[in-house]
């Protein structure tokens, strides 16, 4: 799956422009890193969502135990990679039908918080078990809410292309391509929000996750690399 943002929407990682900067490599522009995803995975699906970003998805390669869906409803776009061990109970509290599938169920808890109560994305996604990542715009407010599972089973990766847009791929090798080396692996266990102050880890909610280059000691379970530089998640 691949999900691609323009700067006009997200504020891109500081760390990643950095680890960029640093060892400065070959980049594309988001179109390309598009059209190269689309002609690699054929056949695939893609959604373009105007000047803000652009969605896409294919079942080539899948795994059986972290199948990609797509779901779109009221301006809500999402890409889900996995599987929930809990959706039956998440079925009944959202109110859901028995039919309702893993993005299904995202999108409507993502709703529910945004439109009925005052919740931080933190109190949706703690409920969330089992090995997933997911990628889900709202058009209406122009947000993103990106996830992936505390383990990190889902491989899920970020990085900015050479215009200046924020790319998210379960497939490094496709990033590599685009973002050159201001790329990393999406921490475990967190989640970015444009609207919500950027990367933040769900398990400690009232930590807000920076990446530093430099070794320290591990918080919040979220560690990863940019470019071989030990790059951990730190709280303010």
Same mark, same amino acid.
């Given at each position: 799956?691949?999900?691609?943002?323009?700067?006009?929407?997200?504020?891109?990682?500081?760390?990643?422009?950095?680890?960029?900067?640093?060892?400065?490599?070959?980049?594309?522009?988001?179109?390309?890193?598009?059209?190269?995803?689309?002609?690699? #995975?054929?056949?695939?699906? +893609?959604?373009? %969502?105007?000047?803000?970003?652009?969605?896409?998805?294919?079942?080539?390669?899948?795994? &059986?135990?972290? &199948?990609?869906? *797509?779901?779109?409803?009221?301006?809500?776009?999402?890409?889900?990679?996995?599987?929930?061990?809990?959706?039956? +109970?998440?079925?009944?509290?959202?109110?859901? #039908?028995?039919?309702?599938?893993?993005?299904?169920?995202?999108?409507?808890?993502? @709703?529910?918080?945004?439109?009925?109560?005052?919740?931080?994305? +933190?109190?949706?996604?703690?409920?969330?078990?089992?090995? *997933?990542? *997911?990628?889900?715009? /709202?058009?209406?407010? !122009?947000?993103?809410?990106?996830?992936?599972?505390? /383990?990190?089973?889902?491989?899920?990766?970020?990085?900015?292309?050479?215009?200046?847009? %924020?790319?998210?791929?379960? /497939?490094?090798?496709? %990033?590599?391509?685009?973002?050159?080396? !201001?790329?990393? &692996?999406?921490? @475990?266990?967190?989640?970015?929000?444009?609207?919500?102050?950027?990367?933040?880890?769900?398990?400690?909610? @009232?930590?807000?996750?920076?990446?530093?280059?430099?070794?320290?000691?591990?918080?919040?379970?979220?560690?990863? @690399?940019?470019?071989? #530089?030990?790059?951990?998640?730190?709280?303010?």
């Amino acid at each position: 799956m691949l999900g691609v943002f323009s700067g006009e929407v997200v504020e891109v990682p500081e760390e990643l422009v950095v680890a960029g900067s640093r060892t400065p490599s070959p980049k594309t522009r988001a179109a390309e890193l598009m059209n190269r995803f689309l002609g690699s #995975s054929a056949p695939a699906v +893609s959604i373009q %969502l105007g000047y803000l970003g652009h969605l896409a998805y294919s079942h080539t390669n899948q795994s &059986p135990f972290a &199948p990609r869906m *797509f779901a779109a409803k009221d301006e809500i776009y999402c890409l889900f990679e996995g599987v929930l061990t809990n959706l039956g +109970s998440l079925r009944q509290q959202y109110g859901l #039908s028995k039919s309702a599938n893993e993005v299904v169920l995202v999108m409507e808890a993502y @709703k529910a918080l945004r439109d009925r109560a005052p919740y931080p994305p +933190s109190f949706m996604l703690a409920h969330l078990s089992g090995n *997933f990542a *997911f990628v889900l715009f /709202d058009k209406s407010t !122009s947000s993103i809410l990106v996830a992936s599972d505390p /383990d990190g089973r889902v491989p899920l990766f970020w990085g900015i292309t050479a215009d200046g847009c %924020l790319a998210f791929a379960d /497939d490094l090798d496709l %990033l590599k391509g685009s973002c050159g080396k !201001s790329l990393a &692996p999406f921490p @475990k266990g967190c989640y970015y929000s444009n609207a919500l102050g950027g990367l933040k880890s769900y398990e400690n909610p @009232k930590h807000k996750v920076t990446a530093v280059l430099e070794n320290e000691e591990e918080v919040c379970g979220a560690t990863f @690399k940019v470019e071989g #530089s030990a790059v951990v998640a730190a709280t303010q």
